[in-house]
């Protein structure tokens, strides 16, 4: 197998273009770096297309034009860089542990972004749960006692919003910060969440309070999700209908 075969096998466009910063979006879309981009016009996976400046190529195209080199040093940069096995004859040559050292690194990568997913993931849901709160469990009038999922709404929505802004489009340092913050705090939520929705939660433990007339205890209160491709008021489309803080 030649060498560009063996580089194109074990990696696509979108892993290069991930593992030298770029945003990848969950439909594979990203701004493209050949042409002035405001929105996501270029598709990578295995290969890449640009729908706004028609270009488009395998891995190696894309790392030749990425760089400005030829073909053949683009694929040793490749190698180099993210630690692949190339077993040809002529291929570039790879200073000894570099190779080790970039598989670490990618792993390492791959973890921490599978953290900060899992951590933005479980506060999205936690998100949309406190935007049902804060209406399902409004006072009816200014005699009413506030319901305490409904307090929490109140103390709680800013910061989490703030929190899911941060994991999309903070600093690896913020993003690190957060991981390291909200690792174990997480789990717990996770799982009361997970009890909410399964009808053994907020509705029956929290003092023993009944879900308000006309709530669906059976909906899931954050079946919408959480789009990470948008932002701002996109992002949050719920939070125009929640009351004013």
């Known amino acids: 197998m030649g060498l560009y075969s063996q580089v194109k096998e074990q990696v696509s466009t979108r892993d290069v273009a991930v593992h030298y910063g770029y945003k990848v979006n969950r439909k594979g879309m990203m701004l493209c770096p050949f042409h002035p981009d405001k929105t996501p016009s270029m598709k990578v996976d295995k290969n890449f297309?640009?729908?706004g400046c028609?270009?488009?190529?395998?891995?190696?195209?894309?790392?030749s034009k990425l760089f400005g080199l030829p073909p053949y040093d683009a694929a040793g940069k490749l190698i180099e860089d993210m630690g692949l096995t190339v077993t040809a004859e002529n291929r570039p040559e790879v200073q000894p542990g570099i190779r080790q050292k970039a598989k670490r690194e990618r792993t390492e990568k791959q973890l921490f972004d599978q953290a900060v997913d899992r951590i933005y993931d479980v506060y999205c849901d936690y998100y949309h749960l406190l935007n049902e709160w804060a209406n399902a469990y409004a006072p009816?009038?200014?005699?009413?006692?506030?319901?305490?999922?409904?307090v929490e709404a109140m103390h709680k929505r800013d910061y989490v919003e703030y929190l899911l802004n941060?994991?999309?489009?903070?600093?690896?340092?913020?993003?690190?910060?957060?991981?390291?913050?909200?690792?174990?705090?997480?789990?717990?939520?996770?799982?009361?969440?997970?009890?909410?929705?399964?009808?053994?939660?907020?509705?029956?433990a929290r003092s023993g309070s009944t879900c308000p007339?006309?709530?669906?205890?059976?909906?899931?209160?954050?079946?919408?999700?959480?789009?990470?491709?948008?932002?701002?008021?996109?992002?949050?489309?719920?939070?125009?209908?929640?009351?004013?803080?």
């Open 140 to 150: 009816v009038s200014p005699d009413d006692d506030f319901h305490p999922l409904f």
């Open 213 to 245: 007339a006309g709530y669906d205890r059976g909906r899931d209160p954050g079946s919408s999700g959480c789009d990470r491709e948008g932002s701002g008021q996109e992002q949050y489309h719920e939070r125009g209908a929640d009351p004013v803080l």
């Open 54 to 63: 028609q270009e488009k190529g395998d891995v190696i195209q894309f790392a």
């Open 166 to 204: 941060l994991l999309l489009d903070g600093s690896e340092e913020e993003k690190a910060q957060a991981v390291i913050d909200k690792g174990k705090e997480v789990d717990a939520l996770e799982r009361r969440i997970r009890e909410y929705r399964s009808g053994d939660g907020e509705c029956s």
């Open 49 to 51: 297309i640009c729908f």
